[in-house]
């Protein structure tokens, strides 16, 4: 008898038609007919992790590392349902994925039944696209709908399928679309260019600020900064396109930011933001004139008043814009801009060391040691909290090396999630996860998966015995601080009962052994060590009165890393 499809296989050969390998998930009753047809038809490949969350920030990290669609699926109701805090970070980082929620039986749907819940509700807010397929004739066309929205629009889309339409017979026979991903070009019209190149070629000193909207332009991002002798900050999104190879680079702003990459966006007359959704509005200037490109319209104007906004594609763009430019002959903002960055990255170093005979590990130092063991195409990806500071400081990109984080949404515990997509779409590459201690233990489950799945992840923990991040925010915002120590663990130990390589150090003498024993080892290792839970103190200088009402900026000026920023800061009297 002829193999007759069911609409699960045909779902299971418009995923590999379009390039999927595999998809990330828990099993369950509702979702026996894809999992079935993955087994059958062995066109992909199961990746069983241990919580749906897990699912969602794993391909996650696989559609970010790859620019490709990913997958995750959850069975019926609770389910899928763990699924939504990953998709609402898939969703905030624009990077394409699929998420496949299986319904309870459809004669059911409305009766309150068994697990019963509405993932089209549900998941509207973190997806642009959420279907119900109700009937075999709706597939294949609702999934290839809900691809080409994830792809065109960079972001989750949701079907939501019926265990038993997943096991009704097919009607169609095969995918129906059968182009390869179109790759349009973006830029503004050649009126705009001109007008754009005005602003430019009459501005003295142009500060340039890049976010992730600048990946695969490197070069031509370079060629601007050249020409128009401007320095470029850049968004944490953005440090792994930018930073490297960069000679006009002055770091980061923000909370976490650098004071050069700070004030080479208050000192310039013009601003061009480049593909960046930097969020804190207090750190753009208030008196330049702002210029902002960016590909989708909507963003224009989203952070900070803007003078002329742009729609195009930054690679696109920059080639279409650099022959109308001419060479800026002003050199100081650009000069003055690079050595206070020098400056500054020369007193964060400089707290990135274990003077001798000391037996505290500074986390500072941990990551600086962190990022010289590592391989030169490491994929790194660390904690919302502390390691997230850490890793924007201390880790160095090259072109090759990745960083992800849950930059955008920020939820805690991403780390070791997203270490797991990175190692099943790179088995080669070295995986390296900064843990906060609160983060590891919240999705402490998923470190079966390593051993599940064979993969040779590699997790540091930041163990400083509380959730310092927020212990900070409480402070800096003079609020005492409760609720955030832990009674923690040996987490070593109970990476051996998992069967990884659990390792701990005590001393800062010994960090640099440990990590390259972990990192040499064939399989998924962990290193515990502790570091200090008041690494950043609050400036001694400041009074409450100073304090109040200046929460963010006390922030910024205590993240600093030293706390000397603070009445600089405080003086410009631009936050309010
Ligand atoms: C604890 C914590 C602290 C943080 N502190 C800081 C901080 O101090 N400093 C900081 O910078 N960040 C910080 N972040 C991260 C911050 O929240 C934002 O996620 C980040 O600043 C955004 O970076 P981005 O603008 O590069 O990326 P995105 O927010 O992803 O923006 C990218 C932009 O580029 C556009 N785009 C995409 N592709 C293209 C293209 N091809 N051409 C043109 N445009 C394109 C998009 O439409 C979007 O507008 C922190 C995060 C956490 C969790
Ligand atoms: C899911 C979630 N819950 C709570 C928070 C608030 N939060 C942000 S950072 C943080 C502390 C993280 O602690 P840990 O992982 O130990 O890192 P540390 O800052 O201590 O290095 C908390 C609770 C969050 N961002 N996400
Ligand atoms: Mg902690």
Redesign the pocket.
């Known amino acids: 008898m002829m193999f007759r499809k069911n609409v699960a296989d045909l779902l299971v050969d418009v995923l590999a038609q379009a390039g999927v390998h595999r998809i990330y998930g828990v099993s369950g009753d509702s979702l026996n007919a894809l999992t079935e047809s993955i087994r059958v038809t062995k066109q992909l490949e199961w990746i069983h992790v241990r919580h749906e969350e897990t699912a969602a920030f794993a391909a996650g990290a696989e559609a970010h590392l790859t620019g490709g669609l990913a997958v995750c699926a959850g069975s019926c109701g609770p389910g899928n349902l763990h699924l939504i805090n990953g998709l609402y970070e898939c969703q905030r980082?624009?990077v394409p994925v699929l998420a496949i929620a299986a319904q309870v039986p459809s004669a059911e749907i409305g009766s309150g039944y068994f697990q019963e819940t509405h993932p089209e509700h549900l998941f509207a807010q973190c997806s642009h696209y959420c279907e119900l397929v109700s009937q075999p004739e709706q597939m294949p066309r609702v999934l290839e709908i809900a691809i080409q929205t994830a792809r065109a629009r960079r972001g989750v889309s949701v079907i939501a399928l019926p265990g038993d339409v997943a096991f009704r017979a097919a009607t169609e026979s095969g995918p129906r679309l059968h182009f390869p991903d179109p790759t349009p070009q973006v830029r503004p019209s050649d009126e705009e260019l001109e007008i754009l190149a005005e602003v430019l070629n009459t501005a003295e000193r142009v500060t340039i600020f890049g976010?992730?909207?600048c990946a695969g332009a490197h070069a031509e991002l370079i060629e601007l900064a050249d020409r128009l002798r401007a320095p470029i900050v850049h968004?944490?999104?953005?440090k792994e396109f930018i930073e490297y190879d960069n000679p006009f680079d002055v770091g980061?702003?923000?909370?976490?930011?650098f004071s050069s990459g700070y004030h080479a966006m208050m000192n310039c007359d013009v601003l061009l933001m480049i593909?960046?959704?930097?969020?804190y509005r207090q750190f753009f200037p208030p008196s330049a004139k702002i210029v902002q490109?960016?590909?989708?319209g909507e963003?224009l104007g989203r952070r900070t008043k803007v003078d002329f906004g742009f729609v195009?594609?930054?690679k696109s763009t920059l080639q279409a814009l650099l022959p109308r430019l001419h060479a800026n002959h002003a050199y100081h903002h650009l000069n003055n801009s690079v050595e206070h960055y020098r400056k500054t990255r020369k007193s964060l170093d400089d707290l990135a060391v274990a003077p001798s005979g000391s037996t505290v590990i500074h986390p500072q130092y941990l990551t600086r040691m962190i990022n010289e063991v590592a391989a030169d195409d490491a994929i790194f990806t660390c904690d919302?909290g502390t390691p997230?500071v850490w890793a924007a400081r201390y880790l160095t990109m090259n072109g090759k090396r990745r960083l992800l984080?849950?930059?955008?949404h920020?939820s805690m515990a991403n780390a070791v999630l997203q270490a797991i997509g990175g190692q099943v779409t790179h088995p080669d590459r070295q995986v390296i996860a900064l843990s906060g201690d609160g983060g590891l233990a919240m999705m402490m489950g998923d470190l079966l998966t390593l051993r599940q799945h064979e993969l040779p992840v590699k997790i540091i923990v930041f163990k400083n015995d509380s959730l310092a991040?927020v212990e900070l925010e409480m402070k800096a915002a003079g609020v005492l601080d409760h609720g955030t120590r832990l009674r923690n663990p040996d987490f070593a130990r109970i990476a051996e009962g998992a069967g990884m390589l659990g390792l701990s150090v005590e001393r800062p003498d010994q960090v640099k052994a440990a990590l390259e024993e972990a990192f040499s080892y064939r399989g998924p290792a962990l290193v515990q060590v502790p570091v200090p839970r008041q690494e950043l103190s609050m400036p001694p200088t400041i009074t409450y009165e100073q304090a109040k009402g200046f929460g963010l900026f006390m922030l910024k000026a205590v993240l600093n890393g030293r706390g000397d920023e603070i009445e600089d800061l405080a003086s410009t009297n631009l936050f309010r």
């Open positions: 980082s624009r976010g992730a909207g968004a944490l999104r953005g980061l702003t923000g909370l976490l930011g593909g960046t959704d930097f969020p490109i960016d590909l989708r963003q195009g594609d930054t919302v997230t984080g849950s930059f955008t920020g991040f």
